[in-house]
């Protein structure tokens, strides 16, 4: 809870002392409507962190504050898949009601599958701190001007505390994001998000290569459980990331929870931001640049046995709850 109220408190900061006076009331209005609707999620987690609730209640309240979401952001751009050949025919565009659908399901899977990879210490502060220092690093070197941009500004007050929590929450962690944490940082990712997609900043390609590593992990896990037949709603530590944990774990405190961690961040900072960048810099390839950054991702993800049952001990720290 610590986090929330850090990252709202620092947001705020920045909003109010170093956003221009240019800023339309509209545009400060809607930031604070996007951080009222997240706070029933970090209310929810909290509760949940404390005493178990259930999976209506929870899921419930995803999708509702997405669905209310999507109606305060009003229109946003279609998703058109373009191919990187014309000869392939003129692409495919996504829009009205079926984006709509695409968009509500997408971030209530964000929010659920980012609390799923809040499984090891420090992960899934490196990720958040990654996909909104890039995003907004990509949305001022494209846009100069957007350096002062409330949308931006906000990213860089979430990242400022999330880098603070990091200092306990990495590896042998003092202090824990819990359901309240994650699902409310979840949430802020995916509007921050679509508001720079509102914006005509960053694209829906540049954020699907961001998230690429928990989308992976998460996506293969699952969809694995309900092949095998396994209780796919109920918890399990058969993560690629957990597996990787575990097999790195060489005696010492969180040993493997580091490892993963510092791969996590090599990943992305090394294969999935250059791929990012890409998508940005040559949009009419995008589609190639998603099949680049997430192929490799999902064959590793597979060899590594993601999502297949696990008779291997897992302690307190490398199991996860599905949410629902």
Sequence with gaps: MGMVLASM???GFMFYFLTPDSVSEEEGLKLIAVLGLALPLAVVGLRDDIQHLSAKVRLGTQVAVVGGLLALMGELPDLFLTPPFSLVGEGVRVGGWVLLGLLWFAGVWWVNLFNFMDGIDGIASVQAIFMLVVGAGLSVGFFPEVLHNSVCLLMLGIVAATVGFLLFNWPPAKIFMGDC???????????????SIQAGWL?????????AVFV???????VTRILCGERWYEGHCSHAYQRLSRRWDNGRPKSGHRSVTLLVIAINLLWLGPFAWACLKWQQWSIVWLALAYVPLIVATVLLGAGRPDPARADSRTHDRTGW
């Design 9 to 11: 408190m620092a947001g």
């Design 181 to 195: 944490g994650s699902t409310w940082l979840a949430f802020m990712i995916y509007a921050l998000a679509l508001l």
């Design 203 to 211: 694209s829906y390609a540049v954020w699907l290569v961001l998230g």
């Design 216 to 222: 992976t992990d998460a996506t293969v896990t699952l």
